[in-house]
């Protein structure tokens, strides 16, 4: 087509985009500078990041694709992405670890006149930047998670106000008032409208996904055993088994916590 341009090559598959998102990238980047111009004119950081940004987004869309497409379940209500909750970001959030891998850089982001692919220097600061305030901003997510909970493992119905039990909860719960929850009852959507106690699926889909991502690593990221095996285990066998049944099948073993706590810095 006249009107999209090649993000990336892999595996045969061509991504490519329109070229309206090349103006959504300009103005994300300027997004993310806001008003300090130097942020972006001076080292085009921002610009590097938003584009990173970008090929994450797109990359996570289409582990959902990927899902989809190449589900091998008879019946479409447990097929796909129609799987439960806190599996259903596994396909996706696993695509997104391929990102910032050197091997995966040195396929999209060159250098627009040498063709050299990023310095390891560069992707190290990345990397780096992207434990900042994750200790902050995953109690914020926790405490959001836990709150669903407590509303949802009520066993009665109650009269209460909700500012008084979240108070209480989170008092209880033993949160310093220097964090607060990510959301508060009052506009806290997840609680229903589908979610429903379900908030904590994207902590859950991480821990998932990080584990994955090992088996990857051991490998290398691009080995076609491993790929084939998370096809076959993951991938295609939606809705004749538990998922966890299906993790062990595809990592040989339960996901353990340590490369989602390792891969925000904690470990
Ligand atoms: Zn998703």
Redesign the pocket.
């Known amino acids: 087509m006249g009107t999209s341009l090649t993000l990336f090559k892999v595996f045969n598959i061509e991504v490519r985009v329109h070229w309206s998102f090349v103006l959504i990238l300009i103005y994300g980047a300027f997004a993310y500078a806001g008003s300090d111009s130097n942020v972006l004119f001076g080292s085009l950081y921002g610009v590097l990041v938003v584009l990173l940004v970008f090929v994450c987004v797109t990359l ?2 289409f582990g ?1 694709a990927l899902h989809q497409l190449l589900s091998n379940s008879t019946y479409p209500s447990v097929s796909g992405t129609s799987v439960p909750r806190d599996f259903v ?1 596994l396909p ?2 696993l695509m997104e670890h391929w990102v910032t891998e050197p091997e995966m850089l040195s396929i999209y982001a060159k250098h627009y006149k040498t063709g050299e692919p990023m310095p390891k220097e560069l992707i190290d600061k990345i990397k780096n930047s992207s434990f900042f305030n994750q200790g902050f901003s995953n109690v914020e997510i926790y405490a959001a998670s836990l709150l669903d909970m407590a509303y949802h493992t009520l066993e009665a119905p109650v009269k209460i106000d909700v500012q008084t039990f979240e108070k209480e909860y989170f008092t209880r719960l033993g949160l310093i008032p220097e964090i607060v929850s990510r959301y508060r009852s009052t506009y806290f959507t997840h609680i229903t409208g589908g979610y429903d106690s379900g908030y904590y699926s994207y902590t859950w889909a991480a821990v998932l996904d990080n584990d994955a991502f090992e088996a990857f690593k051991e490998k290398g990221i691009f080995d076609k055993g491993t790929a084939d095996s998370y096809r076959k285990n993951i991938l295609q066998e939606n809705g004749i088994m538990d998922p966890m049944q299906m993790y062990v099948n595809f990592r040989g073993h339960e996901p353990g916590i340590e490369p989602y706590l390792r891969n925000l810095g904690f470990l």
């Open positions: 996570h869309e959902h970001e996706s959030q």
